[in-house]
């Protein structure tokens, strides 16, 4: 009995960590732009496992549910009459489905945590949009952005530059567009704030004055 509690608890344990990690490619930059740190591009380390490490959690929680779930040998009465307990808890079965509610959340963290990021930073640091004359506008292509997240995280951090008066950063198209007033910011600003941030400038920049 003991010895099945310890065989659920690990197999749970194992999935919910390894959907966390499968999904730290997009957890560092989030944490990391709430916090207002800098270099969060483990995300193009991490990305490439992810789809592996999904499927060892899916998996695991797969035998998890088998554990909890799998039918059991009735226990012989006692003289009594009364039967013992099943093998298997309530509290394993309830801990499979903490452990689901979590292994979800973390896997499909990379599709709602741009939007969830993009909610808190309105609140906290509204969008700076200046519609001037003077305005430069300028667009970068970017390498080493893999989900949503990343690009809000970037995002929040070019609109912190001085002299930016707008900065956009696409996850779909892979660009930054920004406006900015030249005399406080140029093209070297731009790249070594991405650079900083775990990113690569991959294409030559394209100036309106």
Known sequence: MKEEEKRIKLTLAGAVLLALTASLCCIVPFVAALLGLAGFGVSEFLAPWRPYLLAITFSLLGLGFYLAYRPQPGQACTSGGKCGQKPVRRWNRRAVWVATVLVIAFSVFPHYGGHLLRA???????????????????????????????????????????????????????????????????????VRAITDEGFKVTESPRDKD
């Open 120 to 190: 808190i930073s309105r609140k906290s640091q509204p969008a700076v949009t200046v519609e001037r004359n003077d305005n430069a506008h300028l667009v970068l292509k970017i390498e080493g952005m893999d989900c949503p997240v990343c690009a809000e995280a970037l995002q929040k951090r070019l609109r912190q530059i001085p002299g930016v008066n707008r900065a956009d950063v696409s996850f779909r198209t892979k660009q930054a567009a920004l406006d900015y007033d030249p005399r406080t910011a140029d093209h070297g600003d731009f």
